[in-house]
Structure formats: C-alpha cells, structure tokens
C-alpha cells in the first residue's frame, strides 16, 4: 500500500507544479527579449545578415548587429507571421513541457524509480523555472542539451556511428540558433576527463576487466572532432564558439539585476526576489554537498577495495559532467537548469542502492509534495496572477499590453513621430519592434551591442529623470540627442522602481504630450522636433481631444472632454468608482486611503489640476503627513503657483526638517520667484 501511495503522491506534486510552471510560460508575451528577438529575425529573414547598422537603436556608435542567434530568432519571426502571436504562447508552452517530460524519462532511466525522478524533475523545476517561463533561445538549449545526454553522454560505450551523426544534426541547428551551443562543446570534454579519469584509477583496480567500455574514450573523441567540424559551418566561423567570453568581456551583463547573479555556495541570497530565492539556494547547495559526499565516499570505497565494482560505483564519467556543471552554476544562477547532471549522478547511486527502503521513497515523496506547494510561495507565482489582472482582456491577451504601455506605445505609432527615444530598460525590445527605424530606441537586452557607456548613462538619466540633478540629466540627454522620453508611471504596489520622469518635468524645455496609467511621453522643445510637435497637434485634433502646443497636453481636460480616448488609454486609476465613494462615505481611515490613492495617480500622470484638491483634503485629515505635502508642493510648482507652494512646504519642513526633497523644491520655488533670501530652516 505504501509504495502505490508514495508514486502516486510524487507524480502529482510533480504533474501540479508543472502545469503551473507551464501555464506561466504560455501566458500573454511577457519576455522583454523576445520583442527584439523578433525584429531581428524579420531582417535576417531577408536574407540580410550582416546589416552594416542596427535596425532598433540610436545608441550603437555604427555597431552592426551579430547574427549569433539568427536562426532561433528567423524561426520565431516566420512563426508569428504565419500563424500569430498566440501560436508563440503555443510554442513555448510546449516546449517547457517537452523539456520536462524528458528530464524525467532521462531521471528514470538513471534511477528506475518514479518517485526519485519527479523529485529530481521538480528539484530542477525549483531551480530552473524562471528561465524557463521565458521565451528565450536557452528554452531550447535545454532541450538540446537532454538530446545530447541521451545520444552521446548516456551511453556506456559512447556514441555509435548513428548516434554520432544525429549529434552532428543537433548541433548543426544548435550553432545557428544560440550561442549556448558552447555548453554541449563542454560537456562532451567533461565527459572525456571522466572517461580518462576512469581510465587512470582503472590502473589502481586489482581485478581484470575493470573497463567494460575500451570504445567510449574513442567515440567521444570522434564525436567531439565531428562537432567541432560542424559548428564551423555557421555565418561567424569561429567566432561563434567564443561568444559568451565576447559578451561578458565589456562586463556590462553583469551589471543587470537579474539572473546573472553569481551563487555564493556559503552565502544565502539577499534581496534576489524571484531570481534566486533561499529555497532555491538551500536546494544547490544541498544537491552538490550531496554529490561531492557521494564522490568521497566512492573515492574511499575504491581506495578500500580496488575492485571494479567500486570503479563503477565511482561512475567518473557522471561525476565529470556534475562537477562541470556546478562551474557553470557558479558563474551565474542563470545557468542552475544544468543541474540536470547533478541530480543524473545522484540518480545513479540511488539505483545502486539495492534494495532501496520503503521508508526512503515515501520521504522522497513527501519532499516532493512540500517542493510542489513550497516553490510557488517561494518564488512568487501570486504575482503573475496579480499582473494578468491589470490586462484588459486578462490571460486572453497577445501581449502584456498594461506592463509594456501598449497604449503609448499605439500613441508614438498613430502620431508618426520620429527621431530618438529614452524609455524603460525593458520596454526596449517591445517599442524597437513596433516603432523603429521611424523611433529607435535606447537600449534593450542586447548590451553586447551598444558601446559601454549606455548603460551607465541609462542609469544616470534615469536617476536623474526621477530626483535630479538637472545638470546631470541636461547633460546625458543632450550626449544622445534624445527627441522623446518615455516615462513609466506604474504605482509602487503593482510594479517597484517603475516610476521616471518626474524631474524632468519640471524643465521647460519638455513637453508632455501623452499620458496614460503606465506611462507618461515628453517631447523635447526644440527646432529639430517642430515636425513631432505639429504630429502630435495633427493627432489630436483628428480626434478631437483638448491640447496646447505650449503647455502639453491637460490631462484634466482630455478627461473632460475626450472621456472614449482618454478611457482607451487607461488615464483613469482602475479602481476609480471605487476610491471616490470611499472618499465621500468612508471612515477616516478610509478617506484618507482613497486620497492617497487618486492623489498619487494623478500626480504620477501629471493631472495636477484634479491631484490638488485631493492632496489638501488629505493633509486636511492628516496634517502631518509628509508625502502629501511634498507632493501637492510640486503640482502647485508646475501650475506656477510659487507662493502658494513655499506655504506648503513651510509646514512640511517644521514637521520633517531636513528633508531633501522639500529643500529641494523650496530652493526651486524661490528661484523661480527670484528670491535671494534664506530657505527655511
């Protein structure tokens, strides 16, 4: 009874975590890489693949586009163009699921038990999941390397004649489709250290016929010189194999807060989020102390008996393909879905294991119910949901058009504007797709391909764009000749850290002319942007809605008068209905709620003509409240009401002296009033 029970347990942990981990990645197109994945496969699907400039960004200096990934990325573009953009969602949904089910058909083989394969599937579902909801070429190198464990590294007397030449397929799509071909290079030269290793202890080993497979050395070396021979055959040669020592030479990739993160084996995550959480560190940790345990025990074992039992036991070559994995996992966490050939290995000694107690599966069945239910916690997974939830049509959706600022997005493509954008890291992709070569963009997850600077100044104007200082943003702006600035304006609740612009609205010479629930554009008052701006008049005159080519645009008024275009672009907070009768009929507690709530958005739009009668209600029932204060000091800054905005901020610093957001706007306040005399203190 116990043994049925424990499979059935394990299989269903399993079946529910993968179908949600799945259900994840088929969910609206939600990978900011994708988008100019996309682009470039629509160029390079013109037979063009050494364009002499980049196609999406202003900012690579004459640098022309590496064709690394060009066939992943042709296959990908042809996809969306025959059967559209639900048929990606199909695609990568399927291959998530195809990956897993083979790393648990390659599990069982190795340890003839279904319950230690799903808890091995679901250990590497842990590790690897927030690689593998997105759709990114490493989704199929996955796959690929499954493929070349079963034909090349699986088995015991190496790759015969057939096996041999199915790798030389495999790679020969490999090198084309992603530059992580590389990792099947190396674990096909672990695989020959293990086979030498054997070779060498095989001295030690007392009893005849301690080898059984003389020919696996052999046909490795041979499948390896074929592949290499193979790989040759791609658009850069050479080139092509030493792609990841290119890309990470400039360091750029390092400086990106996801999962390039390295892993500290002694130290536990701090602050990683979703990328690495201690679930996820506790799991790598224990699974390589497990398989160097494993190691010194078969060492020891060996050293005891010399007998060609314990060789096996041993199993070097196994054991070469683990440890050069955890190199791998050490770089970077991104790389943690090679944990496969960790848990291969520990898989190995669990068959060896004869007769294995009932009391173990039963554990390893348990384990695998609490990794099923713990992961998701840990990592998260409620805020997908939540996101879906912004999405006008939800899980419907092609894309995720709230998180990428679709209808900016639509509003930079109906008004024709053209020239040189600054916008979100993340929306770079997204916006080089749908607007270039008319806008090109900034920067996107290519940053192999920009000059090192970009990053550094993307920061800085970013910084600057949010608290200052001026000279700093003039500066980095002006160094790029950026025409349009793309500022998200996401509430702190639904996305962190996804808030701009809110500084550089305060220089005269920009000029909002959009703005939405997640994002607010300016445009550069200059000569060269005369066209963009009389686009922009054309635009909204067409449709009727209320703008002023000197101020911008009055989002008060569109909301007015233009009530089905402002509501097409979201400008109303989603719970708006709700929030205004909190404020009329609510407890305090409430009321004060709802202010702060309407307040915050309409100043992160810039509709300070309705965030100011909300933010003196709130300070009205909470007069010591400091962002209220600071906030309706600013509006009335930007509606040049100076006098009334130094009285407001004279509260605020007797209440919070020092603050330097107010000092801020108080030394601007008198600037403008030409004032000489001493700030407050």
């Not at 590389?182 to 672990?190: D, P, S, T, Y």
């Not at 750029?252 to 807060?257: A, D, F, V």
């Not at 053209?418 to 929306?427: A, D, I, Q, T």
């Amino acid at each position: 009874m116990v043994r049925p029970l424990s499979t059935a347990s394990a299989l269903v942990a399993l079946a529910g975590l993968a179908l949600v981990v799945v259900a994840i990645a088929g969910r609206p197109l939600a990978t900011d890489d994708t988008w100019w994945h996309l682009a470039m496969g629509s160029l390079y699907a013109t037979g063009d693949l050494w364009p002499r400039a980049d196609p999406l960004l202003h900012t690579t200096v004459l640098r022309p586009p590496v064709p690394h990934e060009w066939l992943f990325q042709v296959g990908l573009f042809r996809l969306r163009e025959w059967l559209g953009f639900p048929a990606l969602r199909v695609l990568h949904g399927a291959a998530v699921l195809a990956l897993l089910g083979s790393v648990y058909a390659v599990s069982r083989r190795a340890s003839g038990d279904r319950v230690a394969a799903a808890f091995a599937t679901l250990v590497f579902l842990a590790l690897s999941w927030f690689r593998l909801v997105q759709l990114r070429p490493e989704v199929f190198s996955a796959l690929a390397v499954v493929a070349l464990y079963a034909l090349a590294l699986r088995p015991e007397v190496g790759p015969d004649r057939a096996r041999t030449l199915l790798c030389l397929g495999l790679f020969a799509v490999w090198v084309n489709a992603h530059s992580l071909f590389a990792i099947g290079l190396c674990l096909l030269v672990a695989a020959l250290l293990g086979a030498a290793l054997h070779a060498v202890l095989r001295t030690f080993v007392d009893a005849p016929g301690a080898d059984p497979n003389p020919t696996r050395t052999r046909r490795l070396v041979l499948a390896l010189a074929a592949v290499l021979a193979i790989t040759w055959l791609n658009p850069r040669g050479f080139d092509q194999h030493l792609t990841f020592f290119t890309e990470s030479r400039a360091g750029l990739i390092w400086k990106i807060r996801d999962d390039f993160l390295p892993w500290q084996p002694f130290v536990a995550p701090v602050d990683a989020g979703q990328v690495f959480t201690p679930l996820a560190w506790g799991l790598i940790d224990a699974l390589y102390a497990l398989v160097l345990g494993c190691a010194l025990w078969r060492l020891w074992r060996l050293h005891r008996t010399r007998s060609a039992a314990a060789l096996r036991g041993l199993d070097p070559v196994h054991l070469g393909l683990a440890l050069a994995s955890g190199v791998a996992c050490l770089v970077s966490v991104r790389f943690h879905w090679l944990c496969l050939f960790p848990l291969l290995y520990l898989l190995r000694q669990w068959r060896a294991w004869r007769p294995v107690p009932e009391a173990a599966r039963a554990a390893l069945a348990v384990g695998c119910v609490v990794l099923a239910l713990a992961t998701p916690r840990s990592a998260g997974f409620a805020a997908y949901a939540s996101e879906l939830a912004f999405e006008p049509d939800g899980y419907r959706s092609q894309w995720m058009d709230e998180r990428y600022c679709g209808p900016g997005m639509r509003f930079l493509r109906d008004a024709q504007l053209e020239g040189r954008l600054y916008h979100p890291f993340n929306l770079g992709g997204f916006l080089g797709y749908w607007l270039a070569p008319d806008l090109r963009t900034f920067i996107d997850g290519r940053l192999d391909h920009v000059p090192a600077e970009v990053l550094d100044d993307y920061l800085a104007i970013r910084r600057a764009s949010r608290t200052g200082p001026t000279h700093v943003l003039r500066d980095r702006l002006d160094r790029w000749g950026v025409d349009v600035f793309v500022a998200d304006a996401f509430a702190p609740e639904r996305y962190d850290q996804r808030l701009s612009g809110t500084h550089l609205r305060r220089l005269p010479e920009w000029i909002p002319v959009y703005a939405s629930s997640s994002c607010v554009i300016h445009l550069r008052r200059n000569p060269r942007n005369r066209p963009n701006l009389e686009r922009v008049v054309a635009y909204y005159a067409l449709r009727e809605v209320p703008f002023d080519p000197q101020r911008g645009l009055r989002v008060g008024r569109a909301l007015e008068v233009a009530a089905e275009w402002a509501d097409a672009q979201r400008l109303r907070h989603p719970a708006q209905g709700a929030l205004e009768a909190q404020v009329a009929r609510g407890s305090q507690a409430e009321q004060v709620f709802a202010l702060e709530q309407l307040a915050a958005h309409a100043w992160r739009i810039g509709d300070f003509d309705a965030q100011i009668p909300l933010d003196r209600a709130h300070l009205r029932l909470r007069p010591d409240a400091r962002t209220p204060g600071v906030r309706l000091a600013d509006a009335l800054i930007q509606r040049g009401r100076h006098r009334a905005a130094l009285a407001v901020l004279a509260k605020v610093l007797a209440r919070h002296p020092g603050d330097p957001e107010a000092a801020y706007l108080e030394r601007r306040a008198r600037r403008e009033l030409g004032e000489s005399g001493a700030p407050h203190q």
